[in-house]
């Protein structure tokens, strides 16, 4: 015979199945919740940009750093070994061209200006007292040599006057004999004489030539060594702006070395740095667009540096209009190397969206849905990218950062009614 369950056993297994069947129920309806927010994941419409997708062209670029720098700027070298005693002017500073930079120790230069001067002056007196002795043997020798002559004319009228007797058989062939051997003697000691008056002014004026170019030699000397008295100030070579200057007061300076650098602030150029795994895709004359800002400045790579340093490769670039004044000294931009461009092709704005892959998922606003459309991108740069694919112009597309539901097929959209408030 069977005997009843107390009552507090049967109240516990109530509880009990309760339990479990409420268990169950809720456990279903948050699995049927989960799968629902799966198949169908929503955006916020404040939270996303788009683009209207458009037909247009586009420029395929390499994306880089550059930094802009003064076209001309001149490096001022130390033209001596000496000890930099004064900074006069500081970075920064506004220079004119032949303004003192700096002062180096000139002690030892002047020293050297002084006695280089004073053999400078007695060379210059030795040449001249060289041209008046030349003058004097010259008058002296002359004043002989018009002595000669007359002696030479003398004994040849006394040989013609003998001769003339000697044909009438008034003298004898002995006297005429004497005679013309006395006029021939006279001949040849003129003849001597005249040599020896153009030997000595040869011999003179080949010292007179040798004492010029000392001279002129040592003029070479005291200008160079007055040029580098002058440079011992590091004048400025332009007008411009002193972009660095050594300022180490006492410390000594080796012939050569750089003390001061000005630049022009008229002009500017840019030097471009881009990864060394692209530097085979650049190359002289490519079109180069630098973006300081919200403003795009527009150049042509003018050279390529052979080396690589820190996996960069470093090239200059020729701006388009290098006296912008956008344009500063040490200004970072960003610069893209256009190295291709395709026309007339299906193109959106730039955006996070982009992940640099050919082929990508992307979504196109349905009304207050997001369909996600698989296609293949092409050219892209700063501006634009190149969409390929089943997009056509007039079709929105958002180009904000989808990474978290590209494994999505269809997004809702939230608070669609707020779309005019939304900048594209």
Request: glycine share 6%; proline share 3%.
């Amino acid at each position: 015979m069977d005997r009843q369950l107390p009552k507090e056993v049967i109240s516990k297994r109530r509880r009990k199945q309760w339990i479990t069947g409420l268990t169950v129920l809720i456990s279903a309806v948050l699995i049927i919740w989960f799968i629902r927010q799966i198949g169908t994941r929503s955006v916020e419409w404040s939270r996303i940009k788009y683009s209207v997708a458009e037909k247009g062209d586009v420029e395929a670029t390499l994306t880089g750093m550059g930094t802009i720098v003064p076209e001309i700027e001149q490096a001022i070298t130390a033209p001596v070994n000496s000890i930099l005693r004064k900074t006069l002017l500081r970075p920064g500073e506004m220079v004119k061209v032949g303004q003192c930079i700096l002062e180096l120790d000139r002690d030892f230069l002047q020293t050297e200006y002084d006695k280089t001067n004073d053999e400078l002056e007695l060379l210059r007196q030795r040449w001249t007292q060289t041209g008046l002795e030349l003058e004097r043997k010259q008058a002296e020798l002359n004043a002989s040599r018009e002595v000669k002559e007359l002696q030479a004319q003398f004994v040849k009228i006394q040989y013609d006057r003998i001769k003339r007797l000697n044909e009438i058989g008034a003298n004898s062939e002995e006297e005429l004999q004497r005679a013309s051997l006395a006029s021939e003697i006279a001949r040849r000691d003129l003849e001597v004489l005249k040599l020896q008056i153009d030997n000595q002014r040869a011999s003179m004026e080949i010292e007179l030539q040798a004492l010029a170019l000392q001279v002129q030699h040592q003029e070479r000397s005291l200008k160079d060594i007055s040029r580098r008295l002058a440079l011992a100030k590091a004048p400025s070579p332009l007008d411009g702006i002193v972009t660095w200057v050594n300022d180490s007061i006492g410390s000594p300076i080796r012939e050569g070395d750089v003390v001061a650098r000005v630049a022009d602030l008229g002009r500017y150029r840019l030097q471009g740095e881009i990864s060394s795994i692209n530097s085979g895709a650049i190359g002289v004359g490519l079109t180069v667009r630098a973006r300081i800002g919200e403003k795009v400045i527009n150049g042509r790579i003018r050279s390529i540096s052979p080396l690589v340093h820190n996996n960069l490769t470093s090239f200059d670039v020729q701006l388009d209009n290098p006296g912008d004044e956008i344009l500063r000294p040490n200004l970072r931009a960003d610069i893209f190397v256009v190295t291709s461009s395709v026309d007339d092709v299906v193109r959106v704005s730039n955006g996070p969206f982009y992940e640099g892959l050919h082929g990508q998922t992307i979504f196109v606003i349905k009304g207050s849905r997001a369909e996600a459309h698989r296609v293949d991108i092409g050219a892209a740069n700063f501006e634009w990218v190149e969409i390929r694919g089943d997009i056509l112009p007039g079709d929105t597309v958002i180009v904000s950062d989808m990474k978290k539901h590209r494994e999505a097929k269809v997004l809702s959209i939230k608070n669609r009614e707020n779309e005019n408030s939304q900048n594209r």
